[in-house]
């Protein structure tokens, strides 16, 4: 079984001393790194059950946010 690239890196720098303390000060910043990267990776995985093409279960296009200009 091999380790993620990410998990990999955190180990690396665990192992220093200056390591330790960088994570020690960013920790925070690295958890949420570390989640919003697991959150885009899952969203980015197919839809399980969904069907090939998705002509017929496509949503509906969005209409587009308001930008607050008047035209």
């Given at each position: 079984?091999?380790?993620?690239?990410?998990?990999?890196?955190?180990?690396?720098?665990?192992?220093?001393?200056?390591?330790?303390?960088?994570?020690?000060?960013?920790?925070?910043?690295?958890?949420?790194?570390?989640?919003?990267?697991?959150?885009?990776?899952s969203r980015r995985a197919p839809i399980q059950g969904a069907p090939p093409g998705g002509g017929a279960a496509r949503a509906?296009?969005?209409?587009?946010?308001?930008?607050?200009?008047?035209?």
């Amino acid at each position: 079984m091999s380790l993620s690239r990410l998990s990999t890196l955190l180990g690396g720098l665990l192992l220093s001393r200056r390591g330790r303390s960088l994570a020690a000060r960013h920790a925070g910043k690295i958890a949420l790194a570390t989640l919003a990267w697991r959150l885009w990776k899952s969203r980015r995985a197919p839809i399980q059950g969904a069907p090939p093409g998705g002509g017929a279960a496509r949503a509906p296009h969005r209409r587009q946010r308001w930008s607050g200009r008047r035209r």
